[in-house]
């Protein structure tokens, strides 16, 4: 009946799932990037994102490319030192902070995902001087009550986060952490702190969901 709806009246459908606010996502969230924007661009980006593109002009600006490695890194100290107090996980700031964050499923391949860190974990076994820079792997992501294998999913992170915590051999080059109860309160704590988003669900199955 909606798609029929949507047929007869398309003007009354639209889609704001992905949208971005630069209010909470900038401004709340990130007030040490958001400085550092208006400072080089003014305030305008704050209710016209298009206004962003003007960063442009700063991109082989040292002095500002410096002050947003800063921004991050306070944001990832910020974000690790939450994490301990909260759940008595200790990650690095000073490595990568690699993240997926999304709804568990097959086809948003969290899975591939951790098998790509189980060959890293394999290859710095094989070679213990191979050369990579430190990295933590941070997935957060709530299944389906009833979706069996996202639960499987859920369980094969947290253990081979588990494996990999417990091997001398990979500690500080290698961590995975599987972040429980995900929500927008840890979702603005953490995207700042991100250095790599993760978003490598497959095109088709991504455009048959939103069909749904």
């Known amino acids: 009946m909606v798609k029929d709806l949507a047929e007869m009246f398309p003007e009354r459908?639209?889609?704001?799932?992905?949208?971005?606010?630069?209010?909470?996502?900038?401004?709340?969230?990130?007030?040490?990037?958001?400085?550092?924007?208006?400072?080089?661009?003014?305030?305008?980006?704050?209710?016209?994102?298009?206004?962003l593109a003007r960063l442009k002009s700063s991109?082989?600006?040292?002095?500002?490319?410096?002050?947003?490695?800063c921004a991050k890194h306070d944001a990832k100290v910020d974000f690790a030192k939450w994490l301990r107090s909260t759940s008595g996980k200790i990650v690095d700031p000073n490595t990568i902070f690699d993240?997926?964050?999304?709804?568990?499923?097959?086809?948003?391949?969290?899975?591939?995902?951790?098998?790509?860190?189980?060959?890293?974990?394999?290859?710095?076994?094989?070679?213990?001087?191979?050369?990579?820079?430190?990295?933590?792997?941070?997935?957060?992501?709530?299944?389906?009550?009833?979706?069996?294998?996202?639960?499987?999913?859920i369980k094969f992170i947290n253990n081979l986060g588990n494996v990999i915590d417990n091997d001398p051999k990979v500690r500080g080059r290698l961590n995975v952490v599987f972040l429980p109860e995900y929500n927008v309160s840890l979702a603005e704590r953490l995207i700042p702190a991100s250095d790599v988003s993760n978003q490598i669900s497959t095109r088709a199955m991504r455009r048959a969901a939103l069909a749904t």
């Open 13 to 51: 459908f639209n889609n704001k799932t992905n949208g971005v606010t630069p209010r909470r996502w900038l401004l709340e969230a990130n007030p040490a990037l958001s400085r550092l924007i208006t400072g080089a661009i003014g305030s305008k980006w704050t209710t016209d994102l298009t206004e």
């Open 59 to 69: 991109a082989e600006d040292k002095s500002f490319r410096s002050s947003f490695l």
């Open 99 to 153: 993240c997926q964050i999304k709804r568990i499923h097959e086809y948003k391949r969290q899975l591939l995902n951790a098998l790509r860190i189980v060959v890293i974990y394999n290859r710095i076994l094989q070679n213990p001087n191979l050369e990579m820079t430190p990295r933590t792997f941070l997935f957060a992501g709530k299944a389906a009550p009833a979706y069996h294998l996202a639960k499987v999913i």
